[in-house]
């Protein structure tokens, strides 16, 4: 299994600023993802957070909306830009594990409100 | 492209009951299929998976489920449920080759009352 941290748990945020959201993972992983669940929900995909290289991303997401690092096997951040009440969402990033595959590992994700 | 139905939005059952949470999918590919579980206030939590072989699997907590390829459905079942289970539970497929992302179902939310 993968233990996985987010950073902020929570945050309250005014329309128009952007919020950066940080995922550790405790060990190396291929595969992170990071997935938006709107209030009452399912979670619905954003991008895929390649190491090395551009973010890959789902159709109705941009990379200016939500630009995405991934600076090494252990960590990413996902930024919402220029934020509207439409955003207040919990974000979640997610791992495959090493072990059994396509199993994936959810953190406990962000909760963000925008007023 | 994929999509999953989970086909109750909502399932009220009494304790000790059996539940079924019905789950269909779509795909033009080969998909695993997984149930995942969110309490309240928790993150997700990996139910059970099936990636090949037996189409009955089990998962943690008394779960299972079985894979019907020619109906494309994925059903989970619990013979005898507690409080405790109370919970929104998630269907997801993942396309073979496509690096592990998932496609969630929109939900269903089960409520055990005594």
């Known amino acids: 299994s993968a233990v996985i941290s987010q950073k902020p748990s929570r945050d309250i945020c005014q329309r128009g600023t952007s919020l950066t959201i940080q995922c550790q993972v405790d060990s190396q992983v291929t595969m992170m993802f990071w997935y938006r669940q709107q209030p009452g929900q399912s979670l619905t995909l954003i991008a895929t957070?390649?190491?090395?290289?551009?973010?890959?991303?789902e159709s109705g997401f941009v990379i200016d909306k939500f630009p995405i690092s991934r600076p090494n096997l252990t960590f990413s951040t996902l930024t919402v830009s220029n934020m509207s009440p439409e955003d207040s969402s919990i974000y979640l990033c997610?791992?495959?594990?090493?072990?059994?595959?396509?199993?994936?590992?959810f953190g406990p994700g962000t909760r963000l409100t925008v007023l | 492209a994929q999509s999953v139905t989970q086909l109750d939005s909502q399932v009220p059952v009494f304790e000790e009951a059996p539940v079924e949470l019905r789950c269909n999918y779509s795909?033009?590919?080969?998909?695993?299929l997984f149930w995942y579980v969110q309490y309240p206030n928790q993150g997700l939590q990996l139910l059970l998976k099936y990636l090949s072989g037996s189409t009955l699997v089990k998962g943690i907590n008394g779960f299972e489920a079985e894979f019907n390829k020619s109906q494309t459905s994925f059903h989970l079942r619990k013979p005898s449920v507690h409080i405790s289970d109370t919970a929104e539970y998630f269907c997801a497929v993942s396309p073979y080759n496509q690096g592990g992302k998932l496609i969630f179902g929109q939900g269903t939310e089960l409520s055990v009352k005594p």
């Open positions: 957070a390649n190491q090395g290289s551009e973010a890959t991303y």
């Open positions: 795909s033009s590919v080969s998909v695993y």
């Open positions: 997610s791992v495959v594990g090493t072990g059994a595959y396509n199993e994936q590992f």
